[in-house]
């Protein structure tokens, strides 16, 4: 049943949800590369970030000025979101993680899985438990190209996430910073000998990640319309899961995974089934941690021990 | 000194019997129930605690063993079956179905297999959701028109709450007796060393591939048992009494109350579970929306100050013969 | 360890004693519990504290009105979560206070079941305002009713009412694999087909789903000429939302689970044409039940008003009658109740022989200019 | 040969550790491994006691081939080991350290130790009482309840060969026993060590400290980058050039 009205419009809210899913992968690949930990509070920070995009977005709607000029709306609400969602991932990092650096793994696993909840159920108490209804800034306008039906949401999501990847690129291979985070990735030891100050990559990390995550906080709320104090728990499963498909601790990896597992959860929950369509995301992430836990292009092949 | 000890622990389990006696004379019946969810959710700390606290394998989807325990004896008492027949037969198809997922999943590095044991916890529940013909979806068990059959002994029907309670106590006081005995052997002692370091284990002739699936499923037991009680008890299961955060909330007990220490986790459960429900009596409603923010925030303080937890694990002296 | 046994001890003597304190409070007599039992925080938090804002106002009235002398009533809220374990527990709670001789609740039907087995134990009497599953008055207790209609009713007269007032022959059904939204879409399903319609898909959702575009795009290729939700605000109003982004034009169809003023914040303007089916007179004809909404609005004047507070306020009104007519005594307020007539802001309640009410009165409404309106 | 590997290379990531590296153990042989800093003795130690399998290579004890097994199954043959940094298990007593060797030799299963069988009993006895025998052996006597990590350096070294001798090994694998010791420490570890041989066991150990060397080898082995450079007794390493450069070229 390739029905082409289908499949296209499929792919393409794949690829939308696979641009969301690959900003939010970064955050965990990045952190895994340098710390080796699972960042499970990274979740919640997607959450976070899309309740202060919330915020900004009906504050600034209610002067004239931001209502006339969408391109400066849409900025100042990003920028500002983005480190809002970054001050708040390094100081997850600084109060809970950082104390735990010298202990066995699971400790700071445990630890985060504390700081999510901690953040969830603030956001519960002092927001509402109630899903909060996003305010649609884009008029949603159809684009026809060729077979392919595409709208303005979309358009938007993909290019933000790709323009932040592409900067993120740019960014880790082509600064001092970048490299020094590079270095700090691939041997800790090492790049403290060269005098590099780890604590401040870490912290540095950290903030981008969160960044990201918030920026596709944002999004998530755009697309779909509404946001809620524990929607982060599914999007940083799946997000981990990309991470995990494309390699962890690889950047590239990780867009390569978004966008595959956007693809295959779109094309899946429309042709076999809508109700099982998270079960997918878990599949994957089990059978690629058991056969091939390095990833579509991870390079650690085996880990220190 | 072991015969005092004991002793103590057999005057303190008839202390609590009689004092939930007196609770129920005087018709305090929440109190009761409450001490019975606490017997509950130490079964599940207890089987939690062998991976976890002995083992040192963190595993975030525990409750989908339980999940499958209280379904497996929901169908079969709808199908006719008693309280003790369903008992073995459920331990054997959790265990079994634990054993199977676990097989797999040895190889992987810690926190790999927390995420996988998450993900195996999540498909759970969404099957247990979705599954509509074998589990009934969210309708739960059991179907319109078929019950669950109440729990005879020697021809008693336990129908009160302090007759669930005292079998709930009973197999808390079993199951901390045989893991006593777990720990005590070089079974127990292989756990704990593949805790410790598991290369070293594994060059001490320890096949720790084997000792860990072996602990995996012997957790199950427990999480079986718990399952199968709470069914028969409640009466009734479906898919929302299983969700993600109920792994978390248990491992929460675990690691506040003391990771490998039979009474630290009791005192997790008791913290967790009891004071919650004491201070809901006392302060109001408020305080219980709280609860899930502060375990949260003391997950993260006892990680980085008191990762031993509440009540830390204790080595027991073995008597020495020369 | 011995000191460790001995702080357990502690504890358990604080608890013990406070259970006692409890009994003294219960034991002054004149105070009338009568207990609410709905989520009051998780997902479906808005329709729960509109449970408790509807019965609240009921209790204030009749202390003030001073329906029985020498009785204060007294509302105890307690919070289930939509979880069936805190349900039995709040259940149990209810169970041991001696003066609760009444239960409003509770709102899902995966917790009105396993509580209605521990009202059964303790012969309380427990009145859902909102838990349609058939199963609930199917279980032969005595003591356990309800105040809306089963699933089946609002599922049909949905359909007829589509086949009669418009022309959508196609419908696409969603529905969110509860109790109460499967029952919803098979009923409509049957009925639907059963006049003639077709139905081009059959698809169930999880609960906390945000995302339906995957679903949509497919139900778009079928051409519906309407889709019909099973289901609650939340993933309802995000339907429609992303419908209508989708360009799927078509209106949303749903039951009471729906018709709520969160329905239309969530999915904005997409809403506009969407219908509910709601039980019950529509208000406007209802003397009482607009008199109901002035003091609502009064007393809660930052507050809309939830789809279950007209029966919550019912419910309690219902129970405050049966013990000023039985007095004290849970077995024979149980009688009283099956015998009573009442009536209520929702029309005249009665009860069957299984304990579900007989007014089967269900009223169709619309969206328009961001407002619930009735369909005429 | 009691103890034999042959050409053994191993390979990280296309890096070359070890390059046909070949070496023979005859029965209470004590065979000294050196070499600089990252000549692959310790990966070398790791492929004989099955952690990393050798990319190329073969490895015979008592006339069987053990490349390729596991970890454990290696430690039932007979061949134990200690860690360059201590791996013991800390947490644990002395005595749970030491009776964690009888792992594998204790007969009794689950049901013995759920229902404290005669067989439990007696087993875990005799168990406690070897054990006791092995670290009254090694010098940590009256220690026995102690946890491992409570205890000196010195002795943690000492444990971690008591433990190793649990599993009764006719092949030991030291790396690096003296390390961090002071003077008389490492005069006790010599003495140790030879006990260790008189009581019927090979030993194989990486050491840096050139004087405890050449006071208890039988023979030398000098890796250097992965490859053997010299091989002989204590006197002819002592002047072999090869291996002068090798660690003078070193410690510049």
């Given at each position: 049943m390739a029905n082409s009205a289908i499949i296209f419009p499929e792919l393409v809210n794949g690829i939308t949800l696979g641009a969301i899913y690959a900003l939010i992968s970064l955050g965990y690949t990045m952190v895994y590369g340098v710390l080796l930990m699972i960042n499970f509070a990274h979740s919640e920070i997607v959450m976070a970030g899309a309740f202060f995009g919330l915020f900004l977005l009906s504050f600034f709607l209610k002067f004239t000025f931001f209502q006339n000029n969408l391109l400066l709306l849409l900025t100042s609400v990003f920028l500002l979101s983005m480190c809002v969602s970054g001050i708040l991932g390094a100081a997850i990092?600084?109060?809970?993680?950082?104390?735990?650096?010298?202990?066995?793994r699971l400790m700071p696993l445990i630890s985060a899985i504390g700081v999510s909840l901690f953040l969830q159920n603030l956001f519960m108490l002092t927001l509402s438990p109630e899903a909060k209804p996003y305010p649609s800034v884009f008029p949603a306008v159809n684009f026809q190209l060729g077979a392919v039906t595409i709208n303005s949401i979309q358009i938007f999501i993909i290019i933000i996430s790709i323009l932040f990847m592409v900067a993120l690129e740019y960014f880790v291979n082509r600064t001092k910073l970048g490299v020094a985070i590079k270095a700090t990735s691939s041997d800790i030891e090492t790049a403290k000998l060269m005098g590099i100050n780890t604590n401040s990559i870490i912290s540095l990390v950290f903030f981008i990640g969160a960044a990201l995550g918030g920026v596709a906080g944002i999004l998530v709320g755009m697309y779909y319309g509404s946001i809620k104090y524990n929607m982060g728990f599914t999007y940083g499963i799946k997000a981990f899961t990309a991470a995990v498909l494309g390699g962890i601790g690889n950047i590239p990896g990780a867009m390569l995974g978004g966008f595959m597992l956007g693809i295959l959860e779109s094309l899946g929950a429309a042709y076999i089934s809508s109700a099982y369509k998270d079960v997918f995301a878990f599949i994957i992430l089990i059978l690629v941690l058991i056969f091939k836990p390095t990833g579509l292009l991870g390079e650690r092949a085996q880990d220190k021990c | 000194m072991l015969k005092k000890a004991k002793l103590l622990e057999i005057f303190f389990i008839v202390i609590i019997a009689l004092a939930a006696y007196l609770l129920h004379l005087k018709q305090e019946f929440y109190l009761v129930h409450i001490l019975s969810l606490a017997g509950i959710y130490v079964l599940l700390a207890l089987g939690l605690n062998m991976v976890i606290g002995y083992t040192g394998l963190l595993d975030l989807g525990f409750i989908a063993f339980y999940a499958i325990g209280a379904y497996s004896a929901a169908l079969l008492s709808s199908k006719g079956f008693s309280f003790w027949a369903i008992l073995p037969i459920s331990i054997l198809i959790t265990c079994a179905f634990r054993f199977l997922l676990g097989k797999p999943l040895m190889r992987l590095r810690g926190d790999y297999l927390a995420i996988v044991t998450l993900g195996f916890g999540e498909i759970t529940r969404l099957i247990l959701n979705n599954w509509d013909a074998l589990t009934n979806g969210p309708k739960g068990l059991p179907r319109v028109g078929e019950t669950i059959r109440p729990i005879t002994l020697f021809s008693f029907h336990l129908n009160s709450e302090i007759s669930y309670f005292y079998l709930i106590l009973f197999f808390v006081a079993a199951s901390i007796f045989a893991i006593r005995r777990i720990e005590r052997s070089k079974i127990g002692r292989a756990f704990v060393a593949i805790r410790e370091d598991e290369i070293a284990a594994e060059a001490m002739g320890i096949n720790t591939s084997y000792i860990k699936l072996l602990s995996f499923?012997?957790?199950?037991?427990?999480?079986?048992?718990?399952?199968?009680?709470?069914?028969?008890?409640?009466?009734?299961?479906?898919?929302?009494?299983?969700?993600?955060?109920?792994?978390?909330?248990?491992?929460?007990?675990?690691?506040?109350?003391?990771?490998?220490?039979?009474?630290?986790?009791?005192?997790?459960?008791?913290?967790?579970?009891?004071?919650p429900e004491f201070l809901r009596i006392t302060?109001?409603?408020?305080?219980?929306?709280?609860?899930?923010?502060?375990?949260?925030?003391?997950?993260?303080?006892?990680?980085?100050?008191?990762?031993?937890?509440?009540?830390?694990?204790k080595r027991r002296a073995l008597e020495l013969k020369d | 360890m011995n000191k460790f046994l001995c702080f357990l001890l502690l504890i358990f003597t604080g608890i013990y004693l406070n259970g006692c304190g409890m009994k003294k409070e219960a034991g002054e007599g004149k105070l009338v519990r009568i207990a609410l039992v709905c989520p009051l925080t998780g997902d479906i938090a808005a329709m729960g504290q509109g449970m408790k804002n509807a019965a609240t106002l009921a209790i204030e009235e009749a202390n003030e009105n001073k329906v029985l002398n020498d009785v204060r009533f007294e509302l105890l809220a307690l919070d289930d979560r939509g979880d069936p374990k805190e349900a039995v527990n709040a259940a149990y709670q209810i169970a041991s206070d001696k003066a609760v001789y009444g239960v409003v609740g509770h709102l899902n039907s995966g917790c009105s079941i396993p509580a209605s087995l521990v009202y059964n134990r303790y012969n309380i009497?427990?009145?859902?305002?909102?838990?349609?599953?058939?199963?609930?008055?199917?279980?032969?207790?005595?003591?356990?009713?309800?105040?809306?209609?089963?699933?089946?009713?609002?599922?049909?007269?949905?359909?007829?009412?589509?086949?009669?007032n418009s022309a959508i022959v196609q419908v696409a059904i969603i529905h969110d694999k509860t109790p109460y939204g499967q029952g919803l879409a098979e009923e409509f399903k049957k009925t639907f087909q059963g006049l003639g319609g077709k139905i081009l898909s059959f698809e169930g959702i999880n609960l906390g789903d945000r995302d339906f575009k995957a679903l949509l795009i497919k139900i778009k290729s079928l051409n519906p000429g309407a889709i019909y939700f099973g289901g609650m605000y939340q993933e309802g109003g995000l339907i429609s939302r992303q419908a209508k982004e989708l360009g799927l034009g078509v209106p949303l169809i749903g039951g009471d689970g729906i018709y709520t003023q969160e329905y239309i914040k969530i999915a904005a303007n997409a809403s506009e044409g969407d219908m509910a089916t709601m039980i019950g007179t529509p208000h406007e004809k209802l003397p009482k039940a607009n008199d109901f909404i002035e003091k609502y609005k009064a007393r809660?004047?930052?507050?809309?008003?939830?789809?279950?507070?007209?029966?919550?306020?019912?419910?309690?009104?219902?129970?405050?009658?049966?013990?000023?007519?039985?007095?004290?005594?849970?077995?024979?307020?149980?009688?009283?109740?099956?015998?009573?007539?009442?009536?209520?802001?929702?029309?005249?309640?009665?009860?069957?022989?299984?304990?579900?009410?007989?007014?089967?009165?269900?009223?169709?409404?619309?969206?328009?200019?961001?407002?619930?309106?009735?369909?005429? | 040969?009691?103890?034999?590997?042959?050409?053994?290379?191993?390979?990280?990531?296309?890096?070359?550790?070890?390059?046909?590296?070949?070496?023979?153990?005859?029965?209470?042989?004590?065979?000294?491994?050196?070499?600089?800093?990252?000549?692959?003795?310790?990966?070398?130690?790791?492929?004989?006691?099955?952690?990393?399998?050798?990319?190329?290579?073969?490895?015979?004890?008592?006339?069987?081939?053990?490349?390729?097994?596991?970890?454990?199954?290696?430690?039932?043959?007979?061949?134990?080991?200690?860690?360059?940094?201590?791996?013991?298990?800390?947490?644990?007593?002395?005595?749970?350290?030491?009776?964690?060797?009888?792992?594998f030799k204790t007969r009794y299963g689950l049901a013995d130790a759920l229902f404290k069988t005669k067989r439990f009993k007696q087993e875990e006895e005799k168990d406690v009482r070897e054990a006791c025998e092995i670290s009254g052996f090694i010098g940590l006597k009256n220690k026995e309840n102690e946890l491992a990590r409570n205890l000196s350096y010195g002795e943690q070294k000492k444990l971690e060969i008591a433990r190793a001798l649990a599993l009764d090994p006719s092949l030991l694998l030291l790396d690096e026993p003296t390390a961090g010791m002071n003077h008389k420490e490492t005069e006790n570890m010599i003495d140790l060590i030879r006990k260790i041989r008189e009581g019927g066991i090979a030993v194989i150990l990486i050491e840096h400290d050139m004087k405890v060397v050449m006071n208890i080898s039988d023979r030398i082995i000098v890796l250097d980058y992965g490859e053997t450079i010299a091989e002989g007794r204590p006197e002819e390493i002592r002047n072999n050039e090869k291996v002068i450069e090798a660690y003078l070229g070193k410690r510049t």
């Amino acid at each position: 049943m390739a029905n082409s009205a289908i499949i296209f419009p499929e792919l393409v809210n794949g690829i939308t949800l696979g641009a969301i899913y690959a900003l939010i992968s970064l955050g965990y690949t990045m952190v895994y590369g340098v710390l080796l930990m699972i960042n499970f509070a990274h979740s919640e920070i997607v959450m976070a970030g899309a309740f202060f995009g919330l915020f900004l977005l009906s504050f600034f709607l209610k002067f004239t000025f931001f209502q006339n000029n969408l391109l400066l709306l849409l900025t100042s609400v990003f920028l500002l979101s983005m480190c809002v969602s970054g001050i708040l991932g390094a100081a997850i990092e600084r109060l809970a993680y950082r104390p735990l650096r010298k202990t066995n793994r699971l400790m700071p696993l445990i630890s985060a899985i504390g700081v999510s909840l901690f953040l969830q159920n603030l956001f519960m108490l002092t927001l509402s438990p109630e899903a909060k209804p996003y305010p649609s800034v884009f008029p949603a306008v159809n684009f026809q190209l060729g077979a392919v039906t595409i709208n303005s949401i979309q358009i938007f999501i993909i290019i933000i996430s790709i323009l932040f990847m592409v900067a993120l690129e740019y960014f880790v291979n082509r600064t001092k910073l970048g490299v020094a985070i590079k270095a700090t990735s691939s041997d800790i030891e090492t790049a403290k000998l060269m005098g590099i100050n780890t604590n401040s990559i870490i912290s540095l990390v950290f903030f981008i990640g969160a960044a990201l995550g918030g920026v596709a906080g944002i999004l998530v709320g755009m697309y779909y319309g509404s946001i809620k104090y524990n929607m982060g728990f599914t999007y940083g499963i799946k997000a981990f899961t990309a991470a995990v498909l494309g390699g962890i601790g690889n950047i590239p990896g990780a867009m390569l995974g978004g966008f595959m597992l956007g693809i295959l959860e779109s094309l899946g929950a429309a042709y076999i089934s809508s109700a099982y369509k998270d079960v997918f995301a878990f599949i994957i992430l089990i059978l690629v941690l058991i056969f091939k836990p390095t990833g579509l292009l991870g390079e650690r092949a085996q880990d220190k021990c | 000194m072991l015969k005092k000890a004991k002793l103590l622990e057999i005057f303190f389990i008839v202390i609590i019997a009689l004092a939930a006696y007196l609770l129920h004379l005087k018709q305090e019946f929440y109190l009761v129930h409450i001490l019975s969810l606490a017997g509950i959710y130490v079964l599940l700390a207890l089987g939690l605690n062998m991976v976890i606290g002995y083992t040192g394998l963190l595993d975030l989807g525990f409750i989908a063993f339980y999940a499958i325990g209280a379904y497996s004896a929901a169908l079969l008492s709808s199908k006719g079956f008693s309280f003790w027949a369903i008992l073995p037969i459920s331990i054997l198809i959790t265990c079994a179905f634990r054993f199977l997922l676990g097989k797999p999943l040895m190889r992987l590095r810690g926190d790999y297999l927390a995420i996988v044991t998450l993900g195996f916890g999540e498909i759970t529940r969404l099957i247990l959701n979705n599954w509509d013909a074998l589990t009934n979806g969210p309708k739960g068990l059991p179907r319109v028109g078929e019950t669950i059959r109440p729990i005879t002994l020697f021809s008693f029907h336990l129908n009160s709450e302090i007759s669930y309670f005292y079998l709930i106590l009973f197999f808390v006081a079993a199951s901390i007796f045989a893991i006593r005995r777990i720990e005590r052997s070089k079974i127990g002692r292989a756990f704990v060393a593949i805790r410790e370091d598991e290369i070293a284990a594994e060059a001490m002739g320890i096949n720790t591939s084997y000792i860990k699936l072996l602990s995996f499923t012997i957790s199950a037991v427990f999480a079986a048992l718990a399952g199968v009680i709470y069914a028969h008890w409640i009466g009734f299961v479906s898919p929302e009494s299983f969700s993600f955060w109920e792994s978390v909330f248990l491992v929460c007990m675990v690691v506040l109350g003391g990771m490998g220490n039979i009474l630290g986790i009791i005192f997790g459960v008791i913290l967790l579970v009891g004071l919650p429900e004491f201070l809901r009596i006392t302060l109001g409603g408020e305080f219980v929306l709280y609860r899930m923010l502060l375990f949260g925030l003391l997950m993260v303080i006892m990680t980085i100050l008191r990762p031993q937890g509440i009540i830390p694990e204790k080595r027991r002296a073995l008597e020495l013969k020369d | 360890m011995n000191k460790f046994l001995c702080f357990l001890l502690l504890i358990f003597t604080g608890i013990y004693l406070n259970g006692c304190g409890m009994k003294k409070e219960a034991g002054e007599g004149k105070l009338v519990r009568i207990a609410l039992v709905c989520p009051l925080t998780g997902d479906i938090a808005a329709m729960g504290q509109g449970m408790k804002n509807a019965a609240t106002l009921a209790i204030e009235e009749a202390n003030e009105n001073k329906v029985l002398n020498d009785v204060r009533f007294e509302l105890l809220a307690l919070d289930d979560r939509g979880d069936p374990k805190e349900a039995v527990n709040a259940a149990y709670q209810i169970a041991s206070d001696k003066a609760v001789y009444g239960v409003v609740g509770h709102l899902n039907s995966g917790c009105s079941i396993p509580a209605s087995l521990v009202y059964n134990r303790y012969n309380i009497m427990m009145i859902s305002p909102a838990s349609t599953n058939p199963k609930l008055t199917l279980q032969g207790f005595k003591n356990v009713f309800r105040i809306c209609a089963t699933d089946d009713v609002q599922g049909s007269f949905a359909a007829k009412f589509i086949c009669k007032n418009s022309a959508i022959v196609q419908v696409a059904i969603i529905h969110d694999k509860t109790p109460y939204g499967q029952g919803l879409a098979e009923e409509f399903k049957k009925t639907f087909q059963g006049l003639g319609g077709k139905i081009l898909s059959f698809e169930g959702i999880n609960l906390g789903d945000r995302d339906f575009k995957a679903l949509l795009i497919k139900i778009k290729s079928l051409n519906p000429g309407a889709i019909y939700f099973g289901g609650m605000y939340q993933e309802g109003g995000l339907i429609s939302r992303q419908a209508k982004e989708l360009g799927l034009g078509v209106p949303l169809i749903g039951g009471d689970g729906i018709y709520t003023q969160e329905y239309i914040k969530i999915a904005a303007n997409a809403s506009e044409g969407d219908m509910a089916t709601m039980i019950g007179t529509p208000h406007e004809k209802l003397p009482k039940a607009n008199d109901f909404i002035e003091k609502y609005k009064a007393r809660f004047p930052n507050r809309e008003m939830q789809p279950y507070d007209p029966y919550t306020y019912d419910t309690v009104n219902i129970i405050i009658e049966a013990i000023k007519a039985a007095g004290m005594d849970r077995a024979k307020i149980i009688e009283q109740i099956r015998a009573i007539s009442y009536d209520g802001v929702i029309g005249t309640t009665q009860f069957d022989e299984k304990g579900d009410t007989l007014n089967k009165e269900i009223s169709c409404y619309f969206v328009k200019d961001g407002k619930w309106l009735t369909a005429q | 040969m009691f103890f034999a590997a042959e050409n053994i290379s191993k390979n990280f990531e296309g890096l070359k550790v070890l390059d046909h590296v070949s070496l023979e153990v005859g029965e209470k042989e004590i065979l000294a491994l050196i070499g600089p800093n990252g000549a692959g003795k310790t990966t070398f130690f790791n492929i004989l006691s099955g952690i990393y399998t050798p990319t190329e290579g073969k490895i015979r004890f008592k006339g069987k081939s053990i490349a390729g097994l596991a970890s454990y199954q290696i430690a039932e043959r007979g061949i134990a080991r200690t860690f360059q940094n201590l791996r013991l298990f800390p947490q644990m007593t002395v005595l749970e350290n030491i009776l964690s060797g009888f792992f594998f030799k204790t007969r009794y299963g689950l049901a013995d130790a759920l229902f404290k069988t005669k067989r439990f009993k007696q087993e875990e006895e005799k168990d406690v009482r070897e054990a006791c025998e092995i670290s009254g052996f090694i010098g940590l006597k009256n220690k026995e309840n102690e946890l491992a990590r409570n205890l000196s350096y010195g002795e943690q070294k000492k444990l971690e060969i008591a433990r190793a001798l649990a599993l009764d090994p006719s092949l030991l694998l030291l790396d690096e026993p003296t390390a961090g010791m002071n003077h008389k420490e490492t005069e006790n570890m010599i003495d140790l060590i030879r006990k260790i041989r008189e009581g019927g066991i090979a030993v194989i150990l990486i050491e840096h400290d050139m004087k405890v060397v050449m006071n208890i080898s039988d023979r030398i082995i000098v890796l250097d980058y992965g490859e053997t450079i010299a091989e002989g007794r204590p006197e002819e390493i002592r002047n072999n050039e090869k291996v002068i450069e090798a660690y003078l070229g070193k410690r510049t």
